[in-house]
């Protein structure tokens, strides 16, 4: 009887070494997915941001197709492009990190698009802007000097349709240039006018240019509505 025992004792203990076995690969299986599972809600969480501001982008987009440049050529394309670039590439930073313009915290987008009216062009608001503005010169400026370089290269081409196609290239990348010292021309005069307290308002009516036309437009002059009696006028009158 005591042998039977025995055996009996020494048969459980596979079953239990098995079972703590199946308990360990569980918690190790668990574990190994625990990061899968955190990056693929990271990713999700990514994606549910840049759908936002492709989102805010397409509402940004409709009050720039009116605008124009100041030199007669309609660039409101461009315009919606740009706005659209900057709220992807900066609404998810600009929502987990803060940015310190001059010694104040910039809003977030969200934070600025919620603003009561009567908060319209305080100092965050202004700091926003000139965040903004100052990395779109900066940025300017940096395709200028990128221009610079490629016309300063003198490698020869002798295929003849190889060469015709680097200068056609090379023209269009100094129109391209043309174009955007306009624009950074313009840049620079609205951070002027923010240093003199007179950005965000209309030149011709004194009223509030508004946070969306600005955030699609940031060198704008003009409110939506006076942007369009304007055009309005060109057209009944010429230029």
């Given at each position: 009887m005591a042998t039977k025992k025995k055996t009996t004792v020494e048969t459980d203990k596979p079953a239990k070494t098995v079972k703590a076995v199946k308990a360990t690969a569980?918690?190790?299986?668990?574990?190994?997915?625990?990061?899968?599972?955190?990056?693929?809600?990271?990713?999700?969480s990514k994606t549910a941001a840049c759908n936002k501001a492709l989102k805010e982008a397409a509402e940004l987009a409709p009050l720039v197709q009116s605008a124009k440049d100041g030199t007669g050529e309609n660039t409101s394309v461009e315009d919606a492009q740009k706005a659209a670039e900057?709220?992807?590439?900066?609404?998810?930073?600009?929502?987990?990190?803060k940015i310190i313009v001059d010694g104040i915290v910039i809003p977030t987008q969200a934070e600025l698009l919620n603003m009561p009216e009567s908060d319209y062009m305080n100092e965050r608001q202004q700091a926003f802007f000139k965040h903004l503005l100052r990395e779109r010169e900066a940025q300017?400026?940096?395709?200028?000097?990128?221009?610079?370089?490629?016309?300063?290269?003198?490698?020869?081409?002798?295929?003849?349709?190889?060469?015709?196609?680097?200068?056609e290239e090379h023209a269009l990348e100094l129109r391209t240039r043309d174009r955007e010292r306009k624009l950074l021309?313009?840049?620079?005069?609205?951070?002027?006018?923010?240093?003199?307290?007179?950005?965000?308002w209309c030149e011709e009516t004194g009223d509030p240019i508004g946070i969306p036309r600005?955030?699609?437009?940031?060198?704008?002059t003009?409110?939506?509505?006076?942007?369009?009696r304007r055009e309005l006028r060109q057209k009944l009158y010429g230029n």
């Open positions: 569980k918690t190790t299986a668990a574990k190994s997915a625990a990061p899968a599972k955190a990056v693929k809600e990271a990713k999700a900057f709220l992807m590439n900066n609404y998810e930073k600009n929502s987990e990190e300017l400026r940096s395709n200028a000097g990128a221009t610079a370089e490629h016309l300063r290269d003198n490698t020869i081409i002798p295929d003849m349709a190889d060469r015709a196609t680097i200068e021309k313009k840049v620079q005069e609205a951070l002027q006018r923010l240093e003199k307290g007179e950005y965000g600005l955030l699609a437009r940031p060198t704008a003009l409110s939506l509505e006076a942007q369009q």
